[in-house]
């Protein structure tokens, strides 16, 4: 059984995101897990049936929309209707952006799906990017927020959503961020073991070896 909603359920009491259209799953009954109005579990899908990402083409991450919540041919697929969690991808080797805007590596995205619990999600803090540089033990974190340059007046008698009403059940949502925009990298070669964290859940880890443009 599943129930749509329109809503910005992705970061319920953080600043901003556009609303999305979110297919949630109640719990406990079979059914295939939708997402943005698609199947999550899709032919382009490049994780094992455990959720372990697999390697794909570096130059497939170049086509990726950066900071956008389309599925993508890099998109993790849901191991399971009844799977709650994070998954990540990302490529094995990036550039740094250039620093003086020239043209070049745009960013590095870190392809990403997650099927989580809508009351773990109201009391979570932003989806979290962090970086360990694996060589030097350094630990780099991002939130993943953007200011709405036009946000909506809530309606004077509008309630807050009240997560005790959404119990047992979940929504689920692509993401597809520039690690780059949100976690400060310092401009040095570096291979960092990178992770996102949401809702209480920690995704799996990938490794990208980056350089200098």
Same mark, same amino acid.
């Given at each position: 059984?599943l129930?749509?909603?329109?809503?910005?359920?992705g @970061? %319920?009491?953080h !600043?901003?995101i556009?609303?999305?259209?979110?297919?949630?799953?109640v719990?406990?009954?079979?059914a295939?897990? &939708?997402?943005?109005g698609q199947?999550?579990?899709?032919p382009?899908a490049?994780?094992t049936e455990s959720g372990? !990402?697999?390697k794909?083409?570096?130059q %497939?991450? +170049?086509?990726v929309?950066l900071n956008?919540?389309?599925?993508t /041919?890099?998109s $993790?697929t849901?191991?399971?209707?009844?799977?709650?969690g &994070?998954l990540?991808?990302?490529?094995?080797?990036a550039? %740094?952006?250039s620093?003086?805007g020239?043209? =070049?590596?745009?960013?590095? #995205?870190i392809?990403?799906?997650y099927?989580?619990d809508i009351?773990?999600i109201? *009391?979570? *803090? $932003?989806?979290t990017?962090v970086?360990?540089d694996?060589?030097?033990?350094?630990?780099?974190?991002?939130?993943?927020?953007?200011e +709405?340059?036009?946000p909506? &007046?809530p309606?004077p008698?509008s309630? #807050?959503l009240?997560?005790?009403?959404y119990?047992g059940?979940?929504t689920?949502?692509?993401?597809n961020p520039?690690?780059?925009?949100?976690?400060? %990298?310092p401009?040095r070669p570096?291979?960092?073991?990178?992770?996102?964290?949401y809702g =209480?859940?920690?995704?799996n @880890?990938? *490794?990208?070896? &980056? /350089?200098?443009p």
């Amino acid at each position: 059984m599943l129930l749509r909603i329109s809503d910005a359920v992705g @970061r %319920l009491g953080h !600043s901003v995101i556009a609303s999305i259209t979110i297919i949630v799953v109640v719990t406990g009954i079979s059914a295939s897990c &939708v997402v943005d109005g698609q199947p999550v579990q899709s032919p382009g899908a490049r994780t094992t049936e455990s959720g372990v !990402s697999m390697k794909l083409d570096d130059q %497939l991450f +170049d086509k990726v929309p950066l900071n956008s919540r389309e599925r993508t /041919v890099c998109s $993790p697929t849901s191991p399971s209707p009844k799977w709650r969690g &994070v998954l990540i991808q990302a490529p094995q080797h990036a550039a %740094l952006p250039s620093s003086d805007g020239k043209k =070049g590596a745009t960013g590095i #995205p870190i392809c990403g799906l997650y099927t989580l619990d809508i009351a773990s999600i109201a *009391t979570s *803090t $932003p989806l979290t990017l962090v970086a360990i540089d694996a060589q030097r033990g350094e630990t780099f974190r991002g939130a993943v927020i953007d200011e +709405d340059p036009s946000p909506e &007046v809530p309606a004077p008698n509008s309630k #807050p959503l009240d997560p005790a009403q959404y119990q047992g059940v979940a929504t689920s949502s692509y993401f597809n961020p520039d690690l780059t925009r949100y976690v400060m %990298l310092p401009r040095r070669p570096a291979v960092y073991e990178v992770f996102a964290e949401y809702g =209480g859940a920690v995704s799996n @880890r990938v *490794t990208i070896q &980056v /350089v200098l443009p």
